[in-house]
């Protein structure tokens, strides 16, 4: 080893510290490639599901018994209550007991309005509505793209919206009961 040439003694030398820091950078990118995937992640589904603080555009639609209805704008300190749904959820039926609860609980308040939003056909909702019978409007026969823009995607979708389209609740799936509470203190709370 003596007797060697210095760029060898060298190598030898720096060899193992030279795959020590290797493996520690590539440890360190590791752990920033998971995190990078769980931001995006969670960027995906901010873009894809309901949440408090996104805003609506206003679209017309119109119900099963051929009303007109806005929905994402009102007369200032209105709310709606959005039901968004399809008539092949499973789950969409487990909430149906709450939405109904949901909608008991806002029924006759002023400023208040609940809607069922289905993305299926007329017939099918109409079948759909009549055997559930849901005391609640339902619009339908929307283009698909708003509920891109509402975030309606993951069904059943719950969001409580202000008269200037801002989500002030919004949120997948099944709600509990202390869901049910939280939709109905959005929908009451003064703007």
């Not at 990118?29 to 996104?54: F, N, Y």
């Amino acid at each position: 080893m003596i007797g060697e040439p210095l760029p060898v003694r060298l190598r030898r030398l720096l060899l193992p510290g030279a795959l020590l820091v290797a493996a520690a950078l590539a440890v360190v990118l590791g752990i920033q490639v998971r995190a990078a995937r769980g931001e995006l992640q969670a960027e995906k589904r901010k873009a894809i599901l309901p949440q408090a603080g996104q805003v609506v555009p206003a679209v017309r639609g119109r119900t099963l018994d051929g009303d007109s209805v806005l929905l994402g704008e009102g007369a200032p300190g209105t709310h709606q209550v959005l039901l968004i749904f399809n008539t092949r959820c499973g789950v969409c039926v487990a909430t149906l007991p709450s939405w109904q609860r949901v909608h008991s609980r806002l029924e006759g308040r002023a400023g208040v309005s609940v809607l069922g939003w289905s993305q299926d056909a007329d017939s099918l909702t109409q079948e759909y509505v009549q055997q559930h019978q849901l005391a609640f409007p339902v619009v339908v026969g929307l283009p698909l793209r708003y509920l891109k823009l509402y975030h309606g995607w993951a069904v059943p979708a719950t969001l409580v919206v202000d008269y200037e389209g801002t989500v002030l609740y919004g949120r997948p799936g099944i709600l509990s009961a202390a869901a049910e509470d939280s939709v109905v203190s959005a929908a009451l709370a003064p703007r």
